[in-house]
């Protein structure tokens, strides 16, 4: 089945850091894949996509490329601000399995930006 | 903007309760789901749908039931709470399957 694994938080940085947050995937053909942010007390919002191998996302600063041979989607930020302090999920879309329709998840690393 | 919103932002309810969390999204979107947060486990879906009156079930239904009688309107229902299903739980939209969901703000549930 499908599956995505983050790394585990928290992650805790100064202002002005660099940010990386791994994300690996299994999947069967060849799906979509997003990062979603969740700031305290909200529902979750779309932060940037990539469809196919080789496209990179980016929105806000951060930046993510669809990596096929290395089945990763790993998240940056150059200079991350205090701002940023929220919950990142890595997720995915499997074409293959039309029947189900919905994203699968990863257990989401929480960030924690000091000034 | 598509603006999907649940009915609470926190609920309180005792055990055996038999209890509706209710979702609406206003842009038309055939396909709703339900998901529950929990702390290192993520979003898992309990239901979705992709039409009016038609639904599926996902990765952990059981002690849940949904309804669809709009096609804007997505409810949950806990038959008989329990206090495992103390959670957070999130409700999204989707144009298409399989292509990025729309999320509301979330309902925290709690069951003593």
């Known amino acids: 089945g499908n599956s995505v694994t983050q790394m585990e938080g928290p992650v805790t940085l100064s202002e002005e850091a660099f940010l990386t947050i791994n994300c690996t995937y299994t999947a069967t053909g060849y799906p979509s894949l997003f990062w979603y942010v969740q700031y305290p007390g909200e529902g979750l919002q779309l932060l940037l996509k990539?469809?196919?191998?080789?496209d990179k996302g980016s929105n806000k600063g951060f930046e993510a490329t669809y990596r096929k041979e290395t089945t990763s989607f790993h998240l940056e930020k150059g200079s991350v601000q205090v701002s940023d302090s929220a919950v990142y999920f890595c997720?995915?879309?499997?074409?293959?399995?039309?029947?189900?329709?919905?994203?699968?998840f990863g257990s989401g690393t929480r960030l924690q930006v000091q000034p | 903007d598509v603006k999907v919103t649940q009915s609470s932002r926190y609920l309180v309810k005792r055990t055996g309760e038999k209890v509706f969390l209710e979702c609406v999204q206003d842009?038309?979107?055939?396909?709703m789901f339900w998901y529950r947060q929990d702390p290192g486990l993520g979003l898992r879906l309990i239901y979705f749908s992709y039409d009016v009156k038609m639904k599926e079930k996902g990765d952990i239904p059981e002690g849940y039931s949904v309804s669809r009688e709009k096609k804007e309107r997505f409810s949950l229902i806990l038959e008989s709470a329990s206090t495992n299903q103390t959670s957070m739980y999130l409700c999204?939209?989707?144009?298409?399957?399989?292509?990025?969901?729309?999320f509301g703000q979330g309902t925290r549930l709690t069951v003593v």
């Open positions: 999204a939209s989707s144009p298409l399957p399989n292509t990025e969901a729309f």
């Open positions: 997720a995915l879309s499997d074409h293959v399995d039309t029947g189900r329709r919905a994203l699968t």
């Open positions: 842009m038309d979107h055939e396909n």
């Open positions: 990539a469809t196919k191998a080789d």
